[in-house]
């Protein structure tokens, strides 16, 4: 009779906490919100025309922010001999990797994140210098 006993209250009472944990939520307030739809990203190609003394990997690191990447622009362009970069060739980058920057700067790229700029000494000689592409920093290591 214990048994018994104990099965016909076992029973209802684990029934109310198996339905009270199936019970439907309320809604937040302000009603019910559909999730926004997804980002849509943008498609086609940034145009590049490569300048005196650019390679592919600083190429790369301005607009991606990562020098290794330069393979997979390689492999978007397979007229380009990557290790032999002309003046005038034109690259074309992916949208979705150029997360830095989307527009091709008015200065040639260099090797570790830097520009060339000319300038004219004391004695009038053009001089080039490198100096850090300005607003890429985030993308060049940790701060």
Request: glycine share 12%; with cysteine; proline share 13%.
């Amino acid at each position: 009779m214990n048994k018994m006993f104990r099965l016909m209250l076992v029973v209802p009472v684990g029934s109310v906490f198996l339905l009270a944990g199936c019970a439907p939520m309320p809604p937040p307030e302000g009603g019910y919100q559909p999730p926004p739809p997804p980002i849509a990203q943008p498609q086609g190609y940034i145009y590049h025309r490569v300048m005196y003394g650019e390679t592919l990997g600083a190429i790369a690191r301005y607009y991606t922010g990562k020098e290794y990447l330069w393979r997979e622009i390689a492999e978007d362009n397979p007229g380009i001999r990557p290790n032999k970069l002309m003046e005038g060739d034109v690259i074309k980058i992916a949208y979705p990797l150029a997360v830095l920057h989307n527009e091709q700067p008015p200065f040639p790229l260099r090797a570790g994140g830097k520009r060339v700029i000319k300038k004219t000494d004391k004695k009038g000689h053009v001089v080039e210098e490198e100096v850090p592409i300005e607003g890429s920093e985030e993308g060049f290591g940790p701060k």
